[in-house]
């Protein structure tokens, strides 16, 4: 992974100085709320509805076993011994105090950590996929990229104060684990005709409001300007992206208004003419990246079966729970933070120290945060998979629903947020216990469930194959629910399938959902498969059948 | 009095905007040029916003004076390219520490338009908090806000003392790295 040298290390502390200054400036009253908000919020830090949320970053979800054990040190000790991972790959902390948040800063750069620009309208988090650098199927590691990306709008001068937030991705697989197409860019590596590698550049994706999916910008973009045509893209939403509505400030919103071709004009026109002074990526720069992401010192082993002869609970873990690895003799191994009963992508301080400690002795002391909130030991051998397997079941972390209906995507909804207009981590037990029964959910397969408290999107609910919306009903909480989203590999936003449902139906209104794709399917077809070969009908007829309350 | 911070000092201001009432002390000087029902003298260091450059752009190129323009967030820097030959000044606003135009439009000032003179922030967004970002995209003068305290104004200056993007004076830390590298 990416280390710090003396040059990231001094500027992180000097963040830290900052924005200790700025704190003790707001609490001596020199600088009131609306002055202090920007100045926060692009340290991390929100005031929710209970007390300040604190989201610390995870740059491309990459976490040493050191990091990690920071991180569970700090829940414990600011917070309430619990932390929850984002599907942007961060962590969230619900309840430190506003004062405490400069020394929780300056631990975490003791570790190499900070929670810069991880809200605010600047650019985010930048993030990957999390099988990237052993995917079978990639193209190359997109962490490289994401590192130099980081580097690059870490207190960007120019684009520090942009109209709305913007988020990157960069995936270096052809299946889009990272859902890139949703973001303002998506970055996506890929060979030319010769074999050179570049990017595939798309722009102005995004949920929340007026949800849409990221549109062509370039097919292929060289390596060398990578920053040169972010910075392009970046100076054109921040010379004519919308300032006076909230709503309409993402850059979205502009490719919308003036359309993908125009827009592609003002960008490519911006390049062309910045190019002598933009930042160009030298090959040794790269190279120099590169070599913090080069592959483990693997075993040379050979595949085995693994699950053969083995106890049934073992067999259904390692089939849902881990995946293959592009070196013979490894797997990629989840840890799920689905449990049945829990909330949702949330860890404990405990929890936490022991996935350290198994990431120490099983898999190179690295451990990946997913977009759908659960962890990842990426480097196991094999033969180390059982007793993986009993450990993580003593911490309640291998519940066997990778992949399933219950490893749903929740924001913290109105129980912690501000914004949200109703709860989701009521629902998300409520659906839980409904599909408790593990043979029912391995026979429904693969369904994506993404659920958030409001519009905003933070569930991504528009992407989901089911997704749930709560709204806010005459002061009641009430829940739309979508079908067909997808943001993997086919990226497609879902439709609302019609009247929202009372909070106490929703799980029984999936419930006759799921159950029309049982009866509809063909053998073997996933439940998304049989939702686009149906279209909607079938399923908005059944979902309500039973169904007096919804109007 | 306006305070201002250029090239790190405290001085008092010596331009005057458009219809503003000289300074105290200033004496004026002979002829005179009408403004808005304002008389100006004509070797004045004088900011007028672009709107009044646009309407009348030979009367102003031959005042005798120095000159300046004010732009809005929402101006096209390009519309000055070609007035930039005239300009002493250009002070561009900020009307809250939200708005990040003037960080695009100062960068394309200096490196695309290869403007040389004086570039000012201005406006109630212009806050200590922003000075290390204004000065890294070639602001030299810092119009300080109402309450703004200098001194703390000019220690941003050097809140920090590395950074990941190329600027001044503060070299980017990727080429500090590719120097101390043999």
Redesign the interface.
């Known amino acids: 992974m990416y280390r710090y040298d003396d040059l990231d290390q001094a500027f992180v502390e000097q963040r830290v100085a900052e924005f200790r200054d700025q704190t003790r400036r707001h609490l001596a009253g020199e600088l009131s709320e609306d002055e202090f908000r920007p100045l926060r919020l692009r340290n991390g830090l929100y005031i929710q509805r209970h007390a300040p949320m604190l989201r610390i970053a995870i740059p491309y979800g990459l976490l040493s076993s050191r990091q990690l054990r920071k991180l569970a040190d700090i829940a414990r000790r600011y917070d309430r011994g619990y932390g929850h991972f984002t599907t942007r790959q961060n962590l969230q902390l619900n309840w430190p105090a506003l004062a405490d948040v400069p020394d929780i800063l300056a631990e975490l750069a003791t570790v190499q950590m900070h929670a810069i620009q991880t809200s605010g309208n600047c650019v985010r988090n930048v993030t990957a996929d999390h099988l990237a650098g052993i995917a079978r199927d990639e193209i190359d590691d997109p962490r490289p990229y994401c590192e130099i990306i980081r580097q690059w709008a870490t207190l960007h001068p120019e684009f520090t104060y942009l109209p709305r937030k913007f988020k990157i991705a960069v995936t270096g697989s052809p299946e889009d684990r990272a859902a890139s197409e949703v973001h303002d860019i998506g970055l996506q590596l890929r060979r030319d005709a010769h074999g050179d590698i570049g990017f595939t550049v798309r722009a102005g994706g995004g949920l929340g409001r007026a949800p849409m999916i990221g549109q062509l910008i370039r097919e292929f973009l060289p390596l060398p300007e990578l920053l040169a045509y972010l910075e392009a893209i970046l100076r054109v939403y921040n010379r004519h992206g919308r300032r006076d509505n909230i709503n309409k400030a993402r850059i979205k919103v502009l490719v919308k208004s003036l359309g993908v071709a125009r827009f592609r004009e003002e960008v490519e026109t911006e390049w062309s003419a910045g190019r002598e002074r933009a930042p160009r990526l030298e090959p040794a720069e790269i190279e120099r990246m590169r070599a913090f992401f080069r592959p483990q010192p693997y075993e040379v082993l050979a595949d085995f079966e693994v699950a053969a002869g083995r106890e049934p609970a073992f067999q259904a873990w390692y089939r849902y729970n881990t995946r293959p690895h592009r070196v013979p003799g490894y797997r990629a191994v989840f840890v799920s933070l689905k449990a049945h009963g829990a909330v949702p992508g949330d860890m404990t301080s405990q929890q936490m120290e022991a996935v350290a400690e198994l990431a120490e002795r099983l898999s190179f002391g690295l451990v990946r945060t997913t977009h759908s909130q659960n962890l990842l030991l990426a480097d196991v051998r094999q033969r180390d998979l059982y007793e993986l397997w009993r450990q993580l079941a003593a911490l309640g972390l291998a519940m066997p629903n990778i992949g399933t209906l219950t490893d749903m995507i929740a924001c913290p909804g109105l129980d912690f947020c501000s914004l949200a207009n109703a709860g989701t981590l009521g629902v998300a037990r409520q659906i839980q216990q409904r599909f408790d029964d593990l043979d029912y959910l391995y026979d429904l397969g693969e369904i994506e469930i993404k659920m958030s408290g409001c519009m905003n999107a933070c569930g991504h609910h528009h992407v989901g194959h089911i997704g749930i919306l709560g709204v806010d009903k005459h002061g009641e909480q009430w829940y739309q629910i979508s079908l067909g989203g997808s943001a993997n590999g086919f990226t497609a936003l879902g439709e609302v399938i019609g009247p929202s449902v009372p909070q106490d139906e929703v799980a029984a209104t999936i419930g006759r959902i799921v159950e029309t794709y049982r009866a509809r399917r063909t053998e073997g077809e996933r439940f998304i498969d049989t939702l686009r070969r149906l279209g909607l009908t079938p399923f908005r007829e059944h979902a309500y059948a039973a169904h007096p309350a919804a109007a | 009095m306006r305070r201002i911070l250029r090239r790190r000092e405290l001085v008092v201001d010596d331009w005057r905007y458009a219809g503003e009432e000289p300074a105290a002390g200033a004496a004026a000087g002979p002829g005179t040029a009408a403004l808005a029902g304002a008389e100006v003298p004509m070797d004045a260091a004088l900011i007028i916003p672009l709107a009044e450059l646009r309407r009348d752009p030979t009367r102003w190129h031959g005042r005798c004076g120095r000159l300046g323009v004010r732009l809005g967030p929402a101006d096209a820097v390009e519309e000055l390219a070609g007035e930039l030959p005239f300009l002493s000044l250009v002070a561009l606003e900020f009307p809250n520490?939200?708005?990040?135009?003037g960080?695009?439009?100062a960068?394309l000032l200096r490196?695309?338009f290869g403007f040389r003179g004086e570039l000012r922030a201005v406006g109630a967004g212009v806050?200590q908090?922003q000075v290390?970002?204004?000065a890294?995209?070639g602001f030299d003068a810092i119009e300080l806000a109402a309450g703004e305290d200098p001194q703390a104004s000019q220690r941003a200056f050097s809140?920090?003392?590395?950074?990941?993007?190329?600027?001044s004076p503060q070299v980017a830390?990727?080429r500090?790295?590719?120097h101390a590298r043999p």
């Open positions: 520490p939200g708005d990040g135009r960080y695009s439009q960068r490196e695309r806050r908090d290390f970002l204004l890294r995209c809140r920090y003392d590395v950074a990941y993007q190329p600027g830390i990727r500090q790295r590719f």
